[in-house]
C-alpha cells in the first residue's frame, strides 16, 4: 500500500468500546462522541480511526473534512476509483448507490474483505 498523508487528525471522545476498530469508519454518534459507523444512508461520517480507545476515552480521529489519504479496511472487494462508503461493521465498501454518504474515494484495490485499502477522503453524498 503507498504512504498516506493526512492533513488533520482530531481528537474524539468515544461513544463505545473502539479498542482494535482502527481504520474503520466512523459516525457521530449520541453526544457528539464518535462510534463505529454501520449505515450508508443514515450515518453522518466523522472520519477513520486512527487510534482506538475504550468508551469515553479519548481517540484519534482522521478527519472527514480535511482533504489526505487514509488506510481502510475493506468489508467486500473494492476496486480503485470507486466511491467508499460503509457496511454494518465501519469497514469501507463501494457504492454508487444515489443517495449513500461516501467517505471518499478509492485509491487503491481490495482483493476481498480484511484487506486495507487507502481512500481519499472527500466526504459527499452520491448523486443520481
Same mark, same amino acid.
Request: glycine share 10%; proline share 2%.
Given at each position: $500500500? %503507498?504512504?498516506?498523508?493526512?492533513?488533520?487528525?482530531?481528537?474524539?471522545? +468515544? !461513544? %463505545?468500546?473502539?479498542?482494535?476498530?482502527?481504520?474503520? @469508519? $466512523?459516525?457521530?454518534?449520541? *453526544?457528539?462522541?464518535?462510534?463505529?459507523?454501520?449505515?450508508?444512508?443514515?450515518?453522518?461520517? =466523522?472520519?477513520?480511526? %486512527?487510534? !482506538?480507545?475504550?468508551?469515553?476515552?479519548?481517540?484519534?480521529?482522521?478527519?472527514?473534512?480535511?482533504?489526505?489519504?487514509?488506510?481502510? @479496511?475493506?468489508?467486500?472487494?473494492?476496486?480503485? *476509483?470507486?466511491?467508499?462508503?460503509?457496511?454494518?461493521?465501519?469497514?469501507?465498501?463501494?457504492?454508487?448507490?444515489? *443517495?449513500?454518504?461516501?467517505?471518499?474515494? +478509492?485509491?487503491?484495490? =481490495?482483493? =476481498?474483505?480484511?484487506?486495507? @485499502?487507502?481512500?481519499?477522503?472527500?466526504?459527499?453524498?452520491?448523486?443520481?
Amino acid at each position: $500500500m %503507498a504512504n498516506h498523508t493526512v492533513h488533520k487528525t482530531v481528537t474524539q471522545t +468515544a !461513544g %463505545a468500546d473502539l479498542t482494535g476498530k482502527e481504520q474503520r @469508519i $466512523m459516525k457521530y454518534s449520541t *453526544g457528539g462522541k464518535v462510534a463505529v459507523a454501520t449505515s450508508a444512508t443514515a450515518d453522518k461520517f =466523522a472520519g477513520v480511526l %486512527a487510534v !482506538g480507545n475504550t468508551s469515553n476515552e479519548v481517540v484519534s480521529v482522521w478527519d472527514a473534512q480535511e482533504s489526505g489519504r487514509v488506510p481502510v @479496511i475493506a468489508g467486500a472487494a473494492v476496486s480503485a *476509483g470507486a466511491f467508499i462508503t460503509t457496511d454494518g461493521e465501519g469497514r469501507a465498501v463501494a457504492t454508487t448507490t444515489a *443517495g449513500n454518504n461516501a467517505l471518499g474515494v +478509492a485509491l487503491t484495490a =481490495a482483493a =476481498a474483505a480484511g484487506e486495507v @485499502i487507502e481512500v481519499a477522503l472527500n466526504r459527499f453524498v452520491v448523486p443520481s
